[in-house]
């Protein structure tokens, strides 16, 4: 099993980026997709979280109205299009997946936000 998030960077305030995550190993369809981050010095957080048909869809109230999830199941790629960043959207941003007992993670991918 593995997700590979890509599509971090360095990015001025008010920017975009879209990260993507491609897992591979598992039946990616059945499994509710999330993305969770870790800015330095703070605890891992949920960002935002799809269902397996993308029919559902739920946001921490920081990033909503600015951030959009979205999947493709049939590219196995679950995306994070995130708008008007801020500093403090900084963090590291896991890509997950979950089904029944089954937790995947994967090895994040770093956002800056700077001037």
């Known amino acids: 099993v593995q997700l590979v998030e890509s599509g971090g960077g360095l990015v001025q305030p008010g920017g975009s980026l879209r990260l993507s995550c491609a897992p591979s190993?598992?039946?990616?369809?059945?499994?509710?997709m999330k993305w969770y981050r870790q800015a330095p010095g703070k605890e891992r957080e949920l960002v935002a979280g799809?269902?397996?048909?993308?029919?559902?869809?739920n946001y921490a109230d920081s990033v909503k109205g600015r951030f959009t999830i979205s999947r493709d199941n049939a590219k196995n790629t679950v995306y994070l299009l995130m708008n008007s960043l801020k500093p403090e959207d900084t963090a590291v941003y896991y890509c997950?997946?979950?089904?029944?007992?089954?937790?995947?993670w994967g090895k994040g991918t770093l956002v800056t936000v700077s001037s």
């Open positions: 190993g598992f039946t990616f369809s059945w499994y509710d």
């Open positions: 997950n997946a979950q089904w029944r007992s089954m937790d995947y």
């Open positions: 799809i269902s397996s048909v993308g029919g559902s869809t």
